[in-house]
Every structure is written in C-alpha cells, then in structure tokens.
C-alpha cells in the first residue's frame, strides 16, 4: 500500500511524514476503521502492540500470518526488506507503528541501533535523527521507543521529539517499560495522541506466564472498559497472543487498533 504524497515533504533523509494542507494527520488516515458492535457497544476493548518486527524475516511473516489485523504492529527500521513487511502489515489490515531507537540506562553496553536518540546531543540533532528513522518507510499512525529507559526520563531531550512527533500529526505510544518515563505528561500539555501499555504481556516470556497476562489483561478491560498490551516479536509471544485473540473475541471482548485508545487521549496521566 502506498503512502498518501499529501502527507509526505522532503528531508534531507528522505520523504517524511506531515500534516496535510487541509489538515488531514497520518494518524488518521493510516488509522485502520473500527466498525462498532451493535449488540454490545459497551463490550471491553482490548489493544495489543507487538514490537520489535521487521528485523526477523521468519519472525514478521509468522506474526502477520498468526496475528488478526486488530493487532498494531511495531516495526524497526534495521531490517532488510522494510518497506514490503509494512507494505504487507497494512494490506493485511493491520495499524503500524515506526519504533525509534533512544538510548536505555546502560548505553553504549545495550545499543538500539545506528541514529540512536541521545540525552547528550542538541534537540536539533535528535529530531535531524528523529527525521532519519521517519524516512525508513511510511504508512505509520504513529512512534514507539526502541529501548530508551534514560531518554524517555529525560525531559529536555524527549520533550522537542514529542513536539516534533505531534506536529506530524503522529500519536506516540508508550510500552510500558519503563516507569520513569515522562512521556504522558508531555504528550498531554501538547494536546497530542497518546497510549500507555498497561501491561507488558511478555515479560516472562513462556507460554502459561504470557497467558496469565492476558487473562489480567482481559479482566482490566473488563474493569475498566479498555486494557492495552505490549508484548515483543517472539515466536512463542506471537503464538499465544493470537491463540488468545479468537477466544476472546468469543467471549464478547472487542480488539481495536492503537489509533482507538491514542484518538481519546487528548490529556495524559
């Protein structure tokens, strides 16, 4: 599927996206629609984001083979063949997220990847590489960290991205990894989308942990209307999570997309 050249300008990297002129956001128009259920508008909803895909060609074919298309998927933009997995991804009716490396607590020991996003270097420097990650494809409603314990903690380094995030008319989602991450309030005083994993479902990663969470996943849906998941692209990950799907579609649970949580959440907590 091909990127609208509406919301595509130049850089010095390579097409990017923006805000139409008549201001149409690529979250929302690489949203993928939700049809509401009319015998139970008010049944839990529950959103799901598999990270990390794109890097292992078995790995991505497995999850857009296993996965339904209310999973958003997160790709890296390191892999060969990026563009046709997301291409594919968007064909198969799945949202898709760009994941931009930032840099973790134990940098350099632990390395994203090249164009990392460093609490040492300028604003200038660290949207002119926010840039490079936005040209590796296109299609995207939103950004994702790729690792970035210490950036996204550190609010004079994640507080232009955000912004710059935000004026492309992208969401930013956060997984959930790290708890020191200022991200929410920043994305709320600039009034731009945003979703917050409530759970990690993979942080064990064997097959009875990741479906004990899921099942807490669900129950928080259930609680509270809406629950958000964040799991990596692990084959034992991607196994349970789509054997899970069609049974709680079954039970009257409503798997949306990214873009449904991060469209209402005009302020963070």
Known sequence: MAADPRLLEGSRHGQIPKVAPDGTKPSETYAKPVKPQAARPDAPRVAIVIGGLGISANTTNEALAKLPGEITTAFTPYGTDIERWVSRAR???????????????????????????????????????LHWFMSRFQGYVGVSSLMGARFTATDHAISPVLREIGRRGLIYFDDGASARSVAGQIAGANNMGFAKADAILDAVPTPGEIDNALARLESMAGTGGIAIGAAGALPVTIDRVGQWAKAAQGRG?????????????KTAT
């Not at 649970?253 to 959440?265: E, G, K």
């Open 91 to 129: 064909t198969e009716g799945h949202e898709v997220l760009l994941q931009v490396g930032m840099e973790p607590l134990d940098f350099p020991d632990n390395d994203p990847g090249p164009q990392t996003l460093l609490t040492s270097l300028s604003p200038d420097q660290n949207i002119d590489r």
């Open 253 to 265: 649970v409503t798997l949306v997309p990214i873009s449904t949580v991060a469209s209402r959440a």
